[in-house]
């Protein structure tokens, strides 16, 4: 008997069915009480874990190398964490005729957020672009993200962000960057162990994220904010996201040719500097938001999807491009007869 398979060609990412089939349950079975503090507990546990992990698994060498390409890394932080809030800066002039308040600020938090890791490299890859590059912009991302997301939201979010402070960034800090740190001194010991473990990495890093998502639609749906978000609020809010994947795309293909970058190099920088990390989002949310952050993860969860579509799209494309310059142009056999000999030559 043959294994079922998710079919290779279904746009829509089987995880991506975990999450709605996530923010369902929370729907019908919203954690409520001890169990909405057992729940809450254990999400906060599962991120510490993932970025323990992720420090355990991270080359502080490849770290460290990662710096001579100090340029790229550079362009990758300005476009996550300056070009991405300009952009959601601009989108205030949508509400409320496309957005409501509630929505715009989970759009404008999406823009704050650090850019991925794994997809990143994994788009990287396809590509035949500069992994390497790819491993260390995705990982410095985060690690500025852990402070600059907090900073960028008491700033341009202010009050109505879900009451920022030192207590938030001190959080956000305890659980993100400690255990990064953590990892990154025990990978003497435990780093082969991690590394060679990458599927288990995997279902920490995807179960994580489903805590987290059920932990914030619970308590969405126990403040009973729904009723804020119309169909017709939705669509436009795919639409503006929609435009703002494309600028950046755009932006970070073409802004890498104009500063005279390699191939490699801009397809490293297109992929990290134009994604938003949902598992470093979501924690954050949580700890920025409160209860609101349901309507917060929202545009991040809908942008996360959008993301891994268009971009596997655009890596398969930029594999084919890579195989068809390697192989060239096919040579056009001819045939001419030389004259008196009656030989021929190709």
């Known amino acids: 008997m043959k294994r079922l398979r998710w079919p290779s060609r279904l746009p829509i990412d089987p995880y991506i069915l975990l999450l709605l089939g996530t923010v369902g349950l929370a729907a019908l079975f919203p954690a409520r009480g001890s169990a909405a503090d057992v729940a809450s507990g254990a999400s906060t546990a599962a991120v510490a874990l993932l970025f323990f992990l992720y420090g355990a698994r991270l080359s502080t060498r490849e770290a460290l190398d990662g710096l001579r390409h100090w340029r790229l890394h550079v362009t990758v932080l300005a476009c996550t964490f300056l070009v991405f809030p300009l952009l959601g800066l601009a989108a205030r002039g949508l509400v409320p005729v496309i957005l409501t308040h509630p929505l715009y600020q989970g759009l404008l938090f999406l823009t704050l957020v650090p850019s991925t890791v794994q997809s990143s490299i994994a788009f990287t890859s396809m590509a035949r672009g500069n992994v390497p590059a790819a491993i260390c912009a995705g990982s410095f991302s985060s690690l500025v993200g852990i402070v600059a997301t907090p900073l960028l939201a008491a700033s341009l979010l202010g009050g109505s962000g879900g009451g920022f402070s030192a207590d938030s960034l001190l959080k956000i800090v ?132 959008m993301q891994l579509i268009v971009c596997a799209v655009i890596a398969k494309r930029r594999a084919r491009e890579a195989a068809a310059e390697v192989t060239g142009p096919q040579p056009v056999a001819t045939t001419r007869t030389v004259v008196g000999t009656g030989t021929r030559s190709g």
């Open 174 to 305: 305890l659980q993100l960057l400690v255990p990064f740190l953590a990892g990154q001194l025990l990978r003497r010991w435990i780093g082969r162990f991690v590394t060679r473990r990458k599927r288990v990495l995997g279902l920490v890093d995807r179960g994580s994220i489903l805590l987290v998502v059920y932990t914030a639609f619970s308590a969405g749906m126990v403040q009973g904010i729904w009723h804020q978000v119309s169909p017709a609020r939705l669509g436009g809010l795919v639409v503006v996201e929609a435009v703002i994947l494309a600028v950046m795309l755009l932006l970070t293909w073409y802004g890498g040719k104009a500063l005279r970058f390699g191939r490699a190099d801009r397809i490293a920088i297109q992929f990290a500097g134009s994604k938003k990390s949902l598992a470093a989002g979501l924690p954050m949310a949580s700890v920025l938001f409160g209860a609101q952050a349901a309507l917060a993860v929202l545009p991040l969860m809908l942008f996360h999807q």
